[in-house]
DNA sequence: TTCTATATACTCTGCGTGAGCATAAGGGCC
DNA sequence: GGCCCTTATGCTCACGCAGAGTATATAGAA
């Protein structure tokens, strides 16, 4: 085997970042802002020797290029054969690319954000995600979209594809899976909907493309985001880190609007609450918080003893028939 | 950031394959047989400058290694600071090597392997992960082992390790988990009852400690396999991905056997009968199986359309309450 | 005081799921 | 053929959870 060895590739290995909070309801990750016409990056650095872990080396680059210290990081995907950055005047320098990417939590209360780093809203990048006001007009508009790619193929094609669009997106009566994030966003990729699509073949999108299908971030980025969107979405409903993005204490319908934050959809409140208490998910600080607009509603505090009660405690997610606010 | 590049170390990256088949209710994983007195290998290979995609480069080094050409294939995690191999001649000449691990499914079928490869039964590696003929005695064993293990630790840490290996390995009336395979094996790991914890470190395991662990892989290729089986439990509860283990048709009794040989545990008959017949996940072929021992089985086969049907089609799995077999 | 907005408690109903009983239909043995 | 064993398959029952809605409590604002 050690002929192998040989024609063992260069790789250049990339780690990546997407840190999540919530703040106002909306969520929001972190970016490095782009220079004159470029795109948002994620944070991201070369692996270097003296990494430790490649989790400790995620956190030094993130710590470096935000100043954000980070406390839940889990590992989400290794990319491979990923379009050259546009700022890279080295091709053929690398052989290889691969990016390991990792999801981080960190509660919104008082994260100072340093140089470039800026927390953006993620809907930013897949408007038609949120459908926390009822289903937007984004989604027809894409699944127009999408039929016209289907229109482009032969027959046999055209029907897997029309049959796609209607499973990602939720057609007549298909349900909206909300954990389907990334693969919308690789359809929408696919089809050419996605300006990436073309950056990253080496031409220029044609000019109807850019309207409406969310903001592009550098190279993969926008991917690996969609990738961080759809775990995070299957994640909080069997393990409990939706509280790792609220402080210590909150109300119960603070920890709602951050669970509908992240999936996108609105909650049943009474069934919500009957859920978070049943699992006793969380328990009662004796304080208020008044300035709720209404009656005054008690202060929370996760009950981390549940992870060692029950099996697999989490935050339910399924939306409200009737869209929209209740 | 381009000064950050010159300290880049160099990395070597493996691609790594965990390949399962079922055969005779026994779930199998390709491994590389050892030269005398050393451990099996999985199938991996390092990553090279002619592979397309890093799913590609996999798919040929487990050609070239055991003649198999896989079907499916899923990633599963990528694996940092890794033990230097026993055989490797160089110390210091990486700096660093990753594992990308993935996942294959294969029907056993008529699976020639060629070369040093065989199929080995994982539950050699794990032998307390199947509890499919009631709680084995292993299970009690290894919670003495830990229980010394948390003996030797000071106060506050002790009653932790205690309650960690409750959780995981489900003491009094605490459920066992069947996706925590994973969990088992780290934690079995760091309390040091598995001998590669010992080697990793550079020292010899102590005598009494390799009694009853199941048998060690190279490297951390045990705990690789630990991951692809938790991931893979986890998975046939939600996606049908237990039919690619399958012949093309196959009874329902069949099916189940399959379910039970990766998850561990006993289903109850009727009930995972009835749950695949409202799932739509099969259908009938009009043929019967008659060398059944009793009356006559049909023979089905998979429904490839459920997937656009339902949402999550997949093999619940609920261990009967009463062990062993009804 | 009245209105409004929120918090919180409780009810009703249907479905999924765990468990078990009953019946069907082969083969082997007397 | 009758009996018994084995496996396949159909059906029932009970319970708990989840979806949806109604009702009540308690604050601030007009």
Known sequence: MSQDRLTTSSVTVDLTAVVIAVTNET?????????????????????QAEHGTLQAGLRSWVERQTGLRLGYVEQLYTFGDRPRPADDPSPGHDDRRLSIAYLALVPVAGVPVAGRAAWMPWYDCFPWEDERSGAGPWRDRLLAGLDGWAETAPDPLRA??????????????????????????????????????????????PSDVLAGVGRPLAIDHRRILATAISRLRGKIKYRPVLFELLPETFTLLRLQRAAEAISGVRLHKQNFRRLVAQQGLVEDTGRVETDTGGRPAKLMRFRREVVSERPAPGVRVTATRRGGYP
């Open 27 to 47: 969520p929001v990750t972190l970016v490095l802002k782009p220079g004159a016409g470029g795109r948002p990056a994620l944070p991201a650095g070369p692996l």
């Open 160 to 205: 897997a594809r029309r049959e796609r669009a209607r499973l990602t997106f939720g057609g007549d009566a298909g349900g909206w899976d909300v954990e389907r994030a990334l693969e919308r966003y690789e359809l929408l990729y696919e089809a050419g909907l996605a300006p990436e699509a073309w950056w990253d073949a080496g031409h220029a999108p």
